[in-house]
C-alpha cells in the first residue's frame, strides 16, 4: 500500500515537472527577439524564416558534440545565423520607419507578438536563400503602353 503511494506521487511530480518545462522555456542566446518570448512565438517565428528562405533549421543552427548530435540552437557558430539576426534588425528598421507600427491604424498588429511584420522575411526571399534583384528577361512584346521596343522613341 506504501509502496503504490510512493509510486503515485512519484507519477505526479513528475508529470508536473513535464508541465512545468513546458510553459517555462528559457531561451538562452536571444539578442534580437524579446528574452521572454514564448515556445508558440518561438515555434512560429522559426517557422516563418525557414518557409520565408526555403531552408531547413540546420541552415541556421549547428549540432552539438554530444554523442546524439542534438542540434545546439544557442550555438552562434553558424555564420547564417548572424546574418539572419541583422536581417532581422534591418527588417525591424524598415517597418519601424516606413511602416509606422505604433500608428492607430497598425496598434492592433504590433501589439501582437506573433504578427507578421509589414515587411517580412517572405517580402524579399520569397522562398529563396538569395532574393533576385534582377526582373526577368523580356520574353515577346512589351505590354501595351509600355517601354518602346529597341531602336523605336516615343514623341
Ligand atoms: C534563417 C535562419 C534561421 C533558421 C532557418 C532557423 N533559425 Fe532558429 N534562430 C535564428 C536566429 C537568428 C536566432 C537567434 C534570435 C535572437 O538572437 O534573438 C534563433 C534562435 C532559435 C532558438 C532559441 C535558442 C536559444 O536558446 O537562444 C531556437 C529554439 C530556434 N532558433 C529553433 C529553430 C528551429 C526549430 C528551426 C527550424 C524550424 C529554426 N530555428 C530555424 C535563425 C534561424
Ligand atoms: C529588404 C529585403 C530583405 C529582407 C526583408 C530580408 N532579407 Fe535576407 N537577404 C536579402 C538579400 C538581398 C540577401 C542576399 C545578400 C547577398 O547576396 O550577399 C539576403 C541574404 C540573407 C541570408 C544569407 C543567405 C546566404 O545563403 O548567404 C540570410 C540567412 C537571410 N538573408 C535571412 C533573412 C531573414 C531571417 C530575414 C527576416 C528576418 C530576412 N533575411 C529578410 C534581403 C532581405
Do not use: W
Amino acid at each position: 500500500m506504501k509502496k503504490t503511494l510512493l509510486i503515485a506521487t512519484l507519477v505526479c511530480l513528475i508529470s508536473l515537472s513535464f508541465a512545468f518545462q513546458q510553459t517555462q522555456v528559457k531561451y538562452e542566446n536571444l539578442k534580437v527577439l524579446p528574452k521572454n518570448t514564448t515556445k508558440k512565438e518561438m515555434d512560429s517565428i522559426m517557422r516563418h524564416f525557414s518557409m520565408s528562405l526555403g531552408v531547413r533549421c540546420n541552415f541556421c543552427h549547428v549540432r552539438g558534440n554530444d554523442a546524439q548530435r542534438t542540434m545546439n540552437f544557442a550555438s552562434d557558430s553558424s555564420k547564417n545565423k548572424i546574418v539572419a539576426r541583422n536581417m532581422f534588425k534591418m527588417m525591424n528598421k524598415i517597418n519601424k520607419k516606413y511602416f509606422k507600427p505604433d500608428d492607430d491604424d497598425n496598434r492592433n498588429l504590433a501589439n501582437n507578438a506573433n504578427r507578421i511584420p509589414q515587411v517580412s522575411c517572405y517580402s524579399c526571399h520569397h522562398g529563396k536563400e538569395h532574393p533576385e534583384n534582377k526582373p526577368p528577361a523580356p520574353t515577346g512584346p512589351p505590354p501595351a503602353g509600355g517601354a518602346p521596343a529597341s531602336g523605336e522613341r516615343k514623341p
